[in-house]
């Protein structure tokens, strides 16, 4: 007989301030997939409506003796709170409730220890675990050892985080160390594609929105894909080849989330440089989410935080065979597509070398008959759009397009 999987019994709890109704339920909805993510069930929901946040414990005293009992009769191990929590609420919250208590953001950081699979990916989390938890560990005594086992707690917590605060820090120096290494040999990498003269392409958008079926479509790659938050994290570069022949790299990234923590922000800049050098972004929409609008909005602001908002930018609204009537889009200039449709995969290529061009400038040239490697340098790193061979003199003249700083601009004829 098969044992059963046993899952960490939650409660979520949220707070409602500002929000209105729809996105405050919106929000816990998205905080009870993060815990299922995580590998917890949701046993239990408690909220409140307030002007402002208590002080002491976040919900007012009331809530507080009603989540203590809800503790008692779900038996729940672990409350996970929508609001990110102080280091004093979670002391005063433990004390309270006398079980574990965390907040969105270590779950978030829990679900990317999870899934992080190449060597970078696991010390970016890890950095980004540490530099959360740190100030929390001041004057928690007995509640830190709630922290030892379950959600909120893989990766770090296996360093005994209790122990000392400046092994801490030094920890935290070594990882940034070999990040640093990991990042000088991406730059290099980087590099090396920009001096080949290779168009470069970045996928962003809200977890979960398709990159990663986009890019299997696209290159065949057989990424790995899933209908879970945060199944990309280690970014992904691929070579494509767009309708006219011109060569191109297309780069999965992390995908964005509501209130994503700073730490990981930090912690993942260099992968994210992976996608600040890009020519052109494809932000990856669902357009079957309820909730689109919060998505494309969250997505936009990460953008301007993270200084990509002035890069070139094709919005892709995926799914569209999950909606019912017509995608209606609010982002120009973009394309409604499924990534399972052949049909529209072509449609996607096309409005991407389209959205290419736009960013070039027009080129003539005349190539001898005899330099054939010419001729499919030129394919491979500019779009052709005429080709003519002018048989008396034993030239190719072409016309097409190319970058502005392209040595194509500059060529004389041989």
Do not use: C
Not at 6 to 35: H, M, N, P, R
């Amino acid at each position: 007989m098969e044992q059963e999987e046993q899952y960490e019994k939650v409660i979520v709890a949220g707070i409602q301030t500002t929000e209105t109704d729809q996105q405050f339920l919106y929000s816990l909805e998205e905080l009870k997939q993060l815990v299922e993510n995580a590998g917890g069930e949701v046993v239990g929901e408690l909220t409140q409506k307030r002007e402002r946040q208590d002080a002491k414990t976040v919900i007012g005293k009331g809530k507080v003796n009603e989540l203590k009992h809800l503790v008692e009769e779900t038996e729940a191990a672990t409350v996970v709170f929508n609001q990110e929590l102080s280091p004093r609420h979670i002391r005063n919250l433990q004390e309270e409730v006398e079980t574990k208590v965390i907040d969105r953001i270590q779950v978030i950081l829990d679900i990317f220890a999870l899934r992080a699979q190449s060597k970078e990916g696991r010390l970016q989390v890890q950095l980004a675990q540490l530099s959360y938890l740190l100030p929390r560990l001041a004057g928690q005594g007995v509640n830190m050892s709630r922290l030892g086992a379950g959600i909120g707690t893989r990766g770090p917590g296996e360093t005994k985080l209790e122990t000392d605060r400046r092994h801490i820090q030094r920890q935290m120096t070594d990882i940034r160390r070999e990040l640093k290494k990991i990042e000088a040999h991406r730059e290099r990498s980087r590099e090396q594609r920009k001096q080949s003269n290779v168009y470069q392409i970045g996928l962003i958008g809200y977890t979960n929105a398709g990159k990663s079926t986009l890019l299997n479509a696209i290159t065949e790659t057989g990424t790995y894909e899933k209908n879970q938050l945060f199944a990309t994290l280690d970014p992904l570069t691929r070579q494509i080849v767009l309708p006219s022949g011109l060569q191109a790299t297309l780069t999965d990234t992390v995908g964005f989330i509501q209130d994503l923590p700073t730490q990981l922000i930090e912690a993942f800049q260099s992968t994210l440089e992976e996608s600040k050098g890009v020519d052109l972004l494809l932000h990856v929409v669902d357009a079957s989410e309820e909730n689109i609008s919060g998505h494309e909005q969250t997505v936009l602001d990460l953008l301007k935080e993270l200084d990509m908002d002035n890069i070139p930018r094709l919005t892709v609204y995926n799914k569209k065979d999950l909606v019912e009537g017509n995608v209606e889009p609010s982002l120009y200039p973009n394309v409604v597509i499924s990534a399972k449709s052949d049909e529209d995969i072509a449609l996607l290529l096309e409005k991407v070398e389209n959205a290419i061009q736009e960013t070039m400038v027009p080129y003539q040239l005349e190539v001898e008959h005899t330099r054939g490697d010419l001729l499919v340098q030129l394919r491979n790193e500019t779009i052709i759009e005429r080709q003519l061979y002018d048989e008396e003199n034993q030239v190719y003249h072409l016309e097409g397009y190319t970058r502005e700083d392209s040595k194509w601009n500059r060529f004389e004829k041989s």
